[in-house]
């Protein structure tokens, strides 16, 4: 079954930066497209980053723009999200997320805190 395992996150202070992992099984990891997602409390979840299989072309949303970067390696069935110049807007906890269903398939989640 697909099995998708975040990690990485933490508690930093503004401007510093992160690196959250994603191991992805149960699929064929380089085919698929692979996403990040974020869910602050009272907010609904949104996308942040993704990156599509072959090519690796990259799209994010505005809010990360320039700050963040999502990557892959399909030697280790691993996305990476690196978070640079993070800010206290950025608190949330993120998500990867794989398609194959109605929604796509969701980690457990990691917690990110930006806060002096």
């Known amino acids: 079954q697909v099995q998708l395992v975040e990690s990485g996150g933490g508690l930093v202070q503004p401007g510093g930066s992160l690196r959250l992992s994603c191991v992805a099984s149960?699929?064929?990891?380089?085919?698929?497209?692979m996403s990040w997602h974020r869910q602050a409390p009272g907010k609904e979840r949104e996308l942040v980053a993704i990156?599509?299989?072959?090519?690796?072309?990259?799209n994010y949303a505005d809010s990360v723009k320039g700050r963040f970067i999502i990557s892959r390696d399909n030697a280790k069935n691993t996305v990476y999200l690196q978070m640079n110049s993070l800010k206290p807007e950025d608190t949330a906890v993120y998500y990867c997320?794989?398609?194959?269903?109605?929604?796509?398939?969701w980690g457990q989640g990691t917690q990110v805190t930006v806060s002096s």
């Open positions: 990156i599509f299989s072959a090519e690796g072309r990259t």
């Open positions: 997320n794989a398609p194959g269903r109605p929604g796509g398939y």
């Open positions: 149960g699929f064929t990891f380089r085919s698929s497209m």
